[in-house]
């Protein structure tokens, strides 16, 4: 089956960027997304990429996608306190039965 | 925006117990998920619907059934909880539309005694 892997944890100083990792084994998915998950709550979409694309940029996010590489990735400017959650990257072909990777905690410090 | 309620936010069970959990969309979804989230092991799907009296096994569908008699209510059911059932719980909808992904609800949080 699919294999999505993250980093489990990433800590940053408040105003610097982060950058979330996402590697993928199953190159056949047509769209590639972003949740977050802010703590006592569900996932929340924050943005996708289809596969024939290789950035999309949505105020302070970047999504990069490397095909050739199976590597997908989440850049947040300006990292900010509020940005503190949990991010999953999730793959699918259509919007049945997305598969998530095992989430990335950001911490963001002062 | 579609919402996706979930009736409990914390649960706490005896070892054997039968347990519901209840999830309600209030939008016309045909798809309708649940998953149980652990640390480091990510969001791992029990079941899944596509439409009413409609039912798919999931990853880990063992020690779980699933129960959908309207489209907006898709229950799901512990038949005797055990204490590896303790977990977060979270539904989900789609609309089928690409792109939109998955709505979630908050989240049941199930602990097993």
């Known amino acids: 089956g699919e294999d999505v892997e993250q980093s489990l944890f990433l800590s940053v100083r408040e105003g610097d960027s982060s950058v979330i990792n996402c590697t993928y084994t199953?190159?056949?998915?047509?769209?590639l997304y972003w949740y977050k998950q802010e703590p006592g709550a569900g996932l929340q979409l924050l943005t996708y990429?289809?596969?024939?694309?290789d950035m999309k940029q949505d105020q302070r996010l970047t999504v990069l996608l490397n095909k050739k590489d199976k590597h997908l990735s989440l850049r947040i400017a300006d990292t900010q306190t509020g940005d503190s959650a949990i991010y999953f990257c999730a793959l699918g072909r259509n919007t049945d039965k997305l598969i998530f990777g095992t989430g990335t905690r950001l911490q963001v410090f002062p | 925006d579609v919402k996706v309620t979930q009736s409990s936010r914390y649960l706490v069970k005896r070892t054997g117990e039968k347990v519901f959990l209840e999830c309600v969309q209030d939008m016309d979804h045909e798809n309708m998920f649940w998953y149980r989230q652990d640390p480091g092991l990510g969001l791992r799907l029990i079941y899944f619907s596509y439409d009413v009296k409609m039912k798919e096994k999931g990853d880990i569908p063992e020690g779980y059934s699933v129960s959908r008699e309207k489209k907006e209510r898709f229950s799901l059911i512990l038949e005797s909880a055990s204490t590896n059932q303790t977990s977060m719980y979270l539904c989900a909808t789609a609309s089928g539309l690409l792109g939109h992904g998955y709505t979630f609800g908050s989240g049941t949080r199930l602990t097993v005694v």
């Open positions: 990429i289809f596969s024939n694309m």
């Open positions: 199953d190159s056949s998915s047509t769209y």
